[in-house]
Every structure is written in structure tokens, then in C-alpha cells.
DNA sequence: ACCTGAACACCGTTCAAGT
DNA sequence: ACCTGAACACCGTTCAAGT
């Protein structure tokens, strides 16, 4: 006679996401999340393999929020479009870092290797080969683009250039947007360069 | 009569970067840090605030070992001496983030608000200066840049490309100086930008 | 001044047991 | 199948005590 299910591991990462919002990854724990789901410690481990595990489908979460909404790359519809695909990216990166803080960090820490980062990734791929980019660099290139707007998002987010005067987000955002875009230059295909 | 003083500060930062590149940032605790130090755990807070502090203390170490040797940058002595400046010091962190690969994670997860990492950054900005970034600019592109640099190594020596073919590390090395170089173009006082 | 010792609430994870 | 309970070694940090 098998007991009803009570919990289940969606209900787990988000009390984890919970927690981690309300009071930082260090209070993520097995017996935190377990209390908030008025159940044992031992319960998560029928729907979580360890900890580790735990961390890493927080990762997964906010992944996938970041990819929410966001369309699939049609065949370039418009000349440019690709540009305005990878703002809106970093614009969602943005906003799920500052609705999550504290375990967007946890983006940078661990591999993303999760089925919602695989797709994050194969995604801005096709955004740059649509810009012209040529075949052995796009991974390449998807690394750094992708670390830089990541971490600049955690950055802001997690307080890191505390040290700096608020309320220039907005033009820090700009200029992320012209280094990004400065740098994927050199390495699209000559036919899309201009030098005016 | 006080005590023979038997460990300080430094001696203890040194045991938790030991213990961070042997067994993980998880295992830095006070009571591993002590058994090293063949201590009570209780000896630690005469010289360290809390757990905090020490790791606050790791990433000032990182910052100390990435910047040593590093000349003060003089008065622009020759056109594009910023250029190989910037990359020397890029190198630096990818050396100390392949020697201390999960200790370097602690750089992109904690403020950076000691007294080595404003010497970085201040040593950043002059660089940039010299490039001809306009002064309000210079801060912005410096975090942008430390962000980027420190970001791959990190992601590189903590295996978060893992599922990237190894072995194509200088290609990314490189693609990363092009990057950054065409990424800060646009900052540059039109008297240094050239169009053929 | 500097370190030890005992103690606290908390942590990840195990094993065996209940329904 | 799913959860509980007791138990383990470990964790950060306190307080009072030793030298």
C-alpha cells in the first residue's frame, strides 16, 4: 500500500530558489529546505540524488527563466535581427538576476551542463552564425559573450561593484551592449563589415 | 607572561588555499583549516574575524599572486604598451586560476573591495587611460573587462567548458584578446581609431 | 596576548524501519 | 514507493578557562 506523494523535485528547487532569495546560498541546505517543506531531511533524498545535485537544478531553474518567453531563432527574418535577439538574452538575464541575487551566482560556479543551458547555448549559436560568424568560432565565441553577460549580471546583481555609485546601471547596460557587439566583429565574415 | 605566538593570519590563508586546491572550497572550514595548522579551530579568531573574512582573504591573496611582478604602468612609453600590459596581466590570471582552479571561483562570487584588488583595478584604469578611453568611461569598461578576463579563466580552470573539446585552449586565449581589444574600440578617442 | 576545552545548534548522509 | 527516526561525523561560533 504506497503512501501519496507529498513532495516532488520541482517543489524542492523552488523551496531552494526560496531560500537561497530570502537568506543566501550558504543557508540553502537539506535540513533548511526539508523544514520549509514541513518534511524530514531524508525525504529529498528519494527525489534528489545529494546536494550537489540540488545546486546544480537551481542552476537549471534559472536557465530556463532566462529562456522563458524567448522565441526560436527564425531564418533571420530581418538583417540585424540576430542583434536585437541577444539583447533581449541579456535583458533576461538581467531581470532573473535581480529577482534571484544571490544564487545567480551559482551560474558561474558550476558547469552547465543541463538540458535548459544546452539549449541557452545551441540558441546563441544560431544567433551568431546568423551574424556571420564563421564555424570554429562560434562555440568560442559563445563562451565569451555568454561569461561576460553572465557575469556582468551577477555582478550587479550580487553587489560585487558595490564600490561603485548607483544609478548608472542603465548606461552600464549600453555600454555592455557596444563592447559585446565591437567585439563579435572580427570575427564575422567579411561580407557584413562596414568602414564607412 | 603571554604565549610564543604560533600562528598568524597569513599563515592561515596560506592552509585554506592549500586545503580549497586539495580537496575543494567546500572542505575550507575552520576545523580543517586548524587540523592543518595542528590548532584548535578557536585559535583562528584571534586573527581572522569569521568565516567570512577568510574567504575574503583568499581572494585578496589571488589578487596579491596575479599582480606581483607586475610593473606600475609608466607614462605610455611606447603606442600599444597598454595593449601588452593588459594581456600580460590577463595571462597572469589564467596562470593563478590553472594552479588555484576552485579557490579562483571565490573571485567572481565575493566583492572585491580589498586593498589588492583596488590596486588592479586602479592599475586597470591607467591602462585604459592611456588607451584613450574617456574618462567616464574608464570605470565601466574596467569591470566589464575584469569581468570577461576573469570570468573565461575561472570557467576554464574550474571545468565549466568541460563539454568543449580540450586542447583549443590558446585558440580561446586568443579570441579572447581579439575580443577584448575590438570590444573596447569604440571607447577610444577618435584620434587613436584607424580605418584603412 | 594567545590558545585550549567544553558546549551549542546546525550540517550532509547512512541505515534500518515504518506505512 | 515514499517517508520517518535514530545516528554519524562534521560545521561555525559562544563562553569561560588556562598560561
Redesign the interface.
Known amino acids: 500500500m504506497p503512501r501519496p506523494k507529498t513532495i516532488d523535485r520541482t517543489a524542492i528547487l523552488a523551496a531552494a530558489l526560496d531560500v537561497a532569495d530570502a537568506d543566501g546560498v550558504p543557508a540553502v541546505s537539506m535540513h533548511s529546505i526539508a523544514k520549509r517543506l514541513a518534511v524530514t531531511p531524508m525525504a529529498l533524498y528519494r527525489h534528489v540524488a545529494n546536494k550537489a545535485d540540488l545546486l546544480d537544478g537551481i542552476v537549471e531553474l534559472l536557465m530556463a527563466e532566462i529562456m522563458a518567453d524567448v522565441p526560436a531563432p527564425g531564418p533571420a527574418a530581418e538583417r540585424d535581427a540576430w542583434l536585437d535577439a541577444l539583447i533581449r538574452i541579456a535583458d533576461r538575464a538581467r531581470a532573473v538576476a535581480s529577482r534571484h541575487p544571490a544564487a545567480f551566482?551559482l551560474l558561474?560556479?558550476?558547469?552547465?551542463?543541463s538540458a535548459a543551458a544546452r539549449e541557452v547555448r545551441a540558441h546563441i549559436h544560431d544567433l551568431l552564425r546568423q551574424a556571420g560568424v564563421g564555424g570554429d568560432?562560434v562555440?568560442?565565441?559563445e563562451?565569451?559573450v555568454t561569461?561576460?553577460v553572465?557575469?556582468?549580471a551577477?555582478?550587479q546583481a550580487?553587489?560585487?561593484?558595490?564600490?561603485?555609485p548607483p544609478g548608472?546601471l542603465d548606461?552600464?547596460v549600453r555600454?555592455?551592449a557596444?563592447?559585446?557587439t565591437?567585439?563579435?566583429?572580427?570575427?564575422r565574415t567579411p561580407a557584413e563589415k562596414a568602414?564607412?
Open positions: 551566482t558561474l560556479s558550476r558547469p552547465a551542463a568560432h562555440e568560442r565565441l563562451r565569451i561569461t561576460t553572465l557575469g556582468m551577477a555582478g550580487s553587489q560585487r561593484f558595490a564600490h561603485h548608472v548606461e552600464d555600454a555592455l557596444t563592447f559585446v565591437a567585439g563579435i566583429e572580427p570575427f568602414c564607412p
